[in-house]
């Protein structure tokens, strides 16, 4: 059931199954499995998330290479709820573990003040990661061409920069090695970081490789209808290029989780077993925000795995059903 506002009062004596944080790949993944396996969750998705910005699904088995995120999203996001889970637009505060169960206090819409504590067994957290993009006076500017010719994913989009005029965007010294990597695509790299100033170090390595370097500000990118010709600097200078890597890192949405003792991270990634389970034996984690590669099809099999994790601890931990005539059945049988 798609859940409003209203609605969520009917659900304070609820206690789910699964709350899954985050209605991504992944999220929707673990929910459609949860629900077949009829378990009770809850997906809560704050909205436009990384798979959301996805122009295209170039390397996901079965899809047209020019699919949206957006169209898979809508499609699972239905086909969730058609299984019988619910679907809550909101931004999930914080985590609580009180025992046996999870306190999850959500907002809802921007006028709620206060919140809703929703609960669960289990939490599944799927909520990603956020690109870091150059900041600009007109951010519209850098929308027009971020998920198209401009991309924040190397191994998702290095072949589509195949020995094209590439710009690498980096705020970082140790993001700038990214080019050494990025040349396995391409070797025609224009380093750009955004007014950083960067050590005579990595000054020589990049000449070594002929890699141009500037260090002005982006003032915007030029193109036309999300094709990017190249980029202009604040001090005038134009760097031609038909693509680009943003390696400008990114925002883990892992804020919820800071209240609960015990889980063990790798950075700001959360450290899983093989099956997404973290530290916390009934917390689980998915897709960007754990260890591994930030793929769609990653995402999609953590969500299996952790639904399925999740029935497995429940069901052993319930009675067995057994053949029980239905009394339908039986009063059929006597006509």
């Known amino acids: 059931m798609k859940l409003l506002k209203k609605d969520l009062e009917t659900r304070q004596e609820t206690v789910y199954d699964a709350i899954v944080v985050g209605g991504g790949m992944g999220g929707l993944s673990a929910a459609i499995y949860l629900a077949r396996y009829g378990l009770k969750c809850l997906v ?67 006028s709620d003040e206060t919140g809703f504590t929703l609960r669960s067994h289990y939490v599944i957290a799927a909520s990603g990661v956020i690109d870091v993009l150059p900041e600009v006076e007109n951010m519209q500017n850098v929308f027009d061409y971020a998920g198209y010719t401009l991309h924040v994913c190397m191994i998702c989009d290095g072949f589509d920069m195949w020995d094209q005029k590439a710009v690498l965007l980096a705020k970082t010294e140790g993001q700038i090695n990214a080019a050494f990597v990025l040349n396995w695509f391409t070797p025609y790299i224009s380093v750009l970081t955004h007014g950083l100033n960067v050590s005579d170090e990595m000054k020589q390595k990049l000449a070594e490789y002929g890699y141009p370097l500037y260090e002005q500000p982006i003032a915007e990118f030029l193109g036309h209808d999300h094709k990017l010709s190249g980029v202009k600097l604040v001090d005038g200078t134009i760097v031609e290029a038909t693509t680009g890597l943003v390696n400008m890192g990114s925002i883990y949405h892992n804020q919820y989780l800071k209240g609960i003792e015990g889980l063990e991270y790798d950075g700001q990634n959360l450290v899983t077993n093989g099956m997404c389970q973290t530290s916390h034996a009934r917390i689980f984690a998915l897709g960007d925000l754990k260890q591994g590669l930030n793929q769609v099809s990653v995402a999609v099999a953590d969500g299996t795995l952790a639904a399925t994790q999740i029935w497995r601890n429940i069901r052993r931990a319930s009675p067995p059903r057994k053949w029980e005539e239905r009394r339908s059945h039986l009063l059929y049988n006597k006509n």
């Open 44 to 110: 809560i998705e704050k909205g436009k998330g990384r798979s959301f910005w996805m122009q295209d699904l170039r390397n996901y088995v079965g899809l047209d290479p020019d699919t949206p995120g957006r169209d898979i999203i809508q499609h699972a996001t239905t086909q969730a709820i058609e299984w019988g889970a619910d679907f809550l637009r909101g931004f999930v505060e914080e985590v609580t573990d009180e025992g046996e169960t999870f306190a999850v206090k959500v907002k809802v819409g921007k």
